[in-house]
């Protein structure tokens, strides 16, 4: 690579790569298609045990349970592809003995993962916007016509917590070479304190103080009531300004865990080990 090469070079070249692999197993896309309807109508038949009933609970999100229980799933999905996407990339890259190669080149690890995190980013786009289709044309799904950019920033603030912490388990996988706490981890807290399935406001006092630590449940919130409600920035900014303080701390505990993980394995010799 030289000096000379626009700053998107290695990144498209990471993404045609995963795309071209992608390509070969075309029954993914058909079998992840019917697995988002299948779990779309799953919930809307749970709704329908709602129907005609007024949940006070659900009242700040417009009262439809299944529109705040969608949204709440296909993002939670969407977030957690996030967090694994980095474990992912190294493991395989270990497993297949290419890892140390990359890393001899004048690219750092972190241009590698998020330039192998391209086509993921693109793909669970489109399978979040896939969800949001079959629930507003399958299920009449109820939403309001959103504040672009009030969604943008909601969405942006909460996706960097995760990069923060998929950078945190790509560490573990360096040093370690299995296991991913934080993945699994995230994914367990998320569904029950992030307020995937049901607001926030049903669980135990005692649990409210570990839901408010994670980005996902803030990120709901402001996701939510921008698409359920039409908030704008003013009405979300308390929780934009939570995910900003959690954006910036889990980054930087993202970069540093993946360099100094990278250090460990310099110095022990195994970034050859799988």
Known sequence: MTENQPIFTKPIAFFKRDFKIALSYRLQYATQGFSIILTAFSFFLLSEMFSGNQISKLEPYGGDYFSFVLIGIALTDYFVISTNSFATEIRSSQIAGTLESLLVTPTSILTILLSSYAYKLLSTCFRL???ILVGVFFFNMHLQLPN??????????TLLPFFGLGLVSASFIIVFKQGNPIGGLMAMSSGLLGG???PVT????????FSAILPITHGLEAIRQVLLNGAGIVAIRNQLLILSILSILSLATGVFSIYYGLKIAKKEGSLLHY
């Open 129 to 131: 916007f896939f969800y």
């Open 148 to 157: 672009v950019f009030a969604l943008s920033i909601a969405f942006l603030l």
């Open 196 to 198: 995937v399935m049901y």
């Open 202 to 209: 049903v669980l135990p006092e005692w649990l409210k103080p």
